[in-house]
């Protein structure tokens, strides 16, 4: 099963209409994302909680590690370029997190609010490798700047 992107969008901003918890959307964003692909294995947010420091938010999938300050890690890459990573070969990544051994390749988002700050970032892992490409982080970020900068 290969995500359909654009049915995705309309299903989330059905479920999130008039929402503006956080938690809440971040929770529906990643119990959608992760049933709509067979690629994604981990799908999750990390919070930012104090400067440079991201801690998990809501997440499906095995254990995640609880927190990622900004110079560590893919998660910590994106939030400090404020740019999508995408990561082919985790093991060919300096500094890959693994919070699970059956990773193989990733992707992460930074999640901006309305007002241009950045609340967290949006990681995706595959036990595929190189799972994820350009169309993946294009269409994510559309559907990120939907439910959190609308
Ligand atoms: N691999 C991530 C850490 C989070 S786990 O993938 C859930 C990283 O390198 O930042």
Redesign the pocket.
């Known amino acids: 099963m290969l995500v359909d992107y654009s049915a995705l969008s309309k299903t989330i901003a059905a479920l999130t209409e008039g929402e503006t918890d956080e938690v809440a959307l971040m929770a529906t964003v990643v119990c959608e994302l992760h049933h709509a692909d067979d690629r994604f294995d981990?799908t999750?947010f990390?919070r930012v909680v104090a400067p440079d420091l991201l801690k998990?938010g809501p997440?499906q999938?095995g254990?995640?590690?609880l927190v990622?300050p900004f110079d560590?890690?893919?998660?910590?890459?994106?939030a400090r370029a404020g740019e999508a990573q995408i990561?082919a070969d985790?093991e060919a990544?300096p500094?890959?997190?693994?919070?699970?051994s059956s990773?193989r390749s990733?992707i992460?988002l930074p999640v901006w609010e309305k007002a241009g700050a950045l609340i967290g970032v949006l990681?995706i892992?595959s036990d595929r490798p190189d799972a994820f490409d350009q169309a993946d982080a294009e269409a994510l970020a559309v559907i990120l700047e939907m439910v959190f900068a609308r």
């Open positions: 981990w999750g990390y998990i997440y999938g254990h995640g590690c990622i560590k890690g893919v998660c910590g890459a994106a990561v985790v990544f500094g890959h997190i693994a919070c699970s990773t990733e992460v990681d892992d």
